[in-house]
């Protein structure tokens, strides 16, 4: 069974986020979602939130789970099962860092970390150009889910 591992942030989550969730699990046998939580990052929503709205997008995947970590994702990764790591990769940015740590984490355990090019209608979603909008009332509605905008409304 092959099962891959998709972390990140995602505060908030958003649809950039969603559409690798899809596309990840129509590749792997099973996918975890990761939840990050660096002590040393200061989030908008906390690691219950994140985790709350990640797991709300992953709905309706039989084969999709949520978990929250910290530490080293290779850690998780093999505390899961997770032959893979899976990634998201915008033009924009995304490349330089996404090589280092991919290359970082096979030279840790050997574990590959394999890109989806971000769909082009969400190549420029970020969680921080959402915060950005909502922070000055702009309208994310094409961004992020209903719960998250909910959870912005809420919150801002
Ligand atoms: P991190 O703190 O790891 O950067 P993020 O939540 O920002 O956490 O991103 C997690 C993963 O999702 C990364 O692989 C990132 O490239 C990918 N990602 C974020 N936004 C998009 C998007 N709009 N389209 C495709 N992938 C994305």
């Known amino acids: ?3 891959a591992i998709y972390a990140g942030s995602f505060d908030p989550p958003t ?3 969603a559409d690798i969730i899809r596309r990840g699990a129509a590749l792997f046998d099973r ?3 990761a939840v990050g939580n660096n002590p040393a990052k200061r989030y908008r929503f906390d690691l219950a939130e994140r985790t709350g709205l990640v ?3 992953c709905d309706g995947f039989a084969h999709v789970e949520v978990v929250a970590f910290d530490g080293l994702l290779v850690d998780t990764a093999a505390a899961v099962g997770a032959q893979v790591i899976l990634r998201g990769l915008r033009p924009l940015g995304d490349f330089d860092l996404e090589f280092r740590n991919g290359l970082a984490n096979r030279d840790l355990t050997g574990i590959e970390t394999v890109f ?3 769909s082009p209608d969400q190549v420029y979603v970020s969680s921080s150009l959402v915060k950005e909008i909502a922070s000055h009332g702009g309208d994310v509605s094409r961004y ?3 719960d998250v905008l909910d959870a912005l409304r809420r919150t801002s």
């Open 15 to 17: 649809l950039g986020h």
């Open 31 to 33: 996918l975890v979602v």
């Open 116 to 118: 989806l090019l971000a």
């Open 1 to 3: 069974m092959r099962t």
């Open 55 to 57: 797991q709300a997008s």
């Open 144 to 146: 992020v889910s209903k």
